[in-house]
């Protein structure tokens, strides 16, 4: 049988709390403060609940409870307050303390049996709850200090440290040829076609992560064959149309192999996410030869990749309080954006007009 403690320096108040729930709990009673602290110290890991009343002589029910919350007590053990109190503002003090629940006196035997009852039942199962989280969290860890020393073993292979030159070099030819592209423009029609430039290579940790997820043993032909963004830039434009421009002359280039688009403009995900996507092998070209690698370019505006960086914190923080109002407010923003993308374009379009 669970444990309860009653504390009530009223003989009688505990003499009743004990006749109405004898029958289905183990009942413990302490006449004030201090001996509840003595009695919680002795047998803190099997107390189901405590059964406070708010005063007493010596220790009232509010030091009690603040004690019980410096010594992380009221993490695992719900206190009910048995009091005739009826003020607001105690309750209030209460609940801000952390108590869980309320029984008036005079005692009602079914109000008392129910409330108990199910305060446990709540507790019960939100330390559950606690301690799934925790057993997850703690895999979580061991699994990231496996990612650590297979990203470690990574490092040390001679064929993967090329592998990931020859992704840098992508990177560099892809820049080149953008870069070019962007003077011609500016001679030839007077403005850029592009923003800026963002490169990154993806980090050895995250390519074992991304391969085990896909359920690939971690080598270096599989990173080659089965991942296609190790090498990854995104392309800041000004304007929608310049992104079509600028991909279609790209990709138009003899050497280049588009194997893969994702129009996520034209058909954005439900989040509301839009950008282009181009999956591209890239030639690099060796001191003994050329090699195909794989490169994947992100083409957004400048409106576009505003939002997907509020929208990626907003993804990856656990703790984002009315997470959904957040996203049905992000997927607003994005149709606004939407919306004032092509405005600024119709806009650049009549600047741009002859007389």
């Known amino acids: 049988m669970q444990r309860i403690l009653v504390v009530d320096d009223a003989e009688i108040n505990r003499d009743l709390l004990c006749t109405i729930l004898e029958d289905e709990y183990t009942i413990e009673t302490a006449e004030n403060g201090k001996q509840a602290l003595n009695r919680l110290r002795a047998h803190e890991k099997d107390t189901a609940a405590v059964l406070l009343d708010l005063q007493m002589p010596e220790m009232d029910g509010f030091t ?6 410096k010594n992380s007590y009221l993490e695992r053990i719900p ?12 309750e209030n003090r209460c609940l801000e303390l952390g108590v869980s629940d309320f029984i008036h006196k005079p005692f ?31 895999a979580l860890r061991q699994r990231d200090k496996i990612i650590q020393i297979q990203a470690g073993k990574l490092k040390e292979i001679k064929a993967f440290n090329r592998l990931m030159m020859e992704y840098r070099f992508a990177i560099m030819e892809v820049e080149t040829r953008l870069k070019v592209l962007n003077e011609e423009f500016s001679h030839k029609f007077k403005r850029n076609p592009f923003e800026s430039i963002k490169s990154r290579l993806k980090s050895p940790e995250s390519i074992y992560e991304k391969l085990e997820r896909k359920g690939y043993p971690v080598t270096v032909e599989n990173i080659r064959e089965h991942l296609t963004d190790i090498a990854g830039l995104r392309v800041i434009c000004s304007f929608p149309d310049d992104i079509y421009h600028l991909a279609n002359l790209f990709t138009r280039q003899g050497d280049i192999v588009l ?22 092998s890239i030639p690099v070209f060796l001191s003994s030869e050329i090699k195909y690698v794989k490169a994947e370019i992100q083409f957004r505006t400048i409106a576009m ?11 990856y923080k656990k703790d984002v309080d009315n997470a959904e109002e957040v996203a049905a407010q992000l997927r607003e923003c994005a149709a606004t954006i939407e919306m004032l993308d092509h405005q600024m374009q119709d806009i650049r379009d009549k600047i741009d007009t002859p007389d």
């Open 259 to 280: 194997l893969k688009k994702k129009d996520y403009i034209k058909c954005p995900k439900e989040s509301g996410y839009r950008s282009l996507h181009l999956i591209l």
């Open 305 to 315: 990749d505003f939002w997907a960086s509020l929208e990626h914190k907003m993804r």
């Open 79 to 90: 206190v009910l307050i048995i009091s005739s109190e009826h003020s607001a503002e105690v």
């Open 108 to 138: 009602d035997s079914s109000i008392v049996r129910n409330r108990v009852k199910n305060t446990i039942e709540l507790f019960e199962r939100k330390n559950e709850l606690g301690r799934k989280v925790e057993e997850q969290e703690e």
């Open 64 to 69: 009690v409870i603040t004690e019980m919350k």
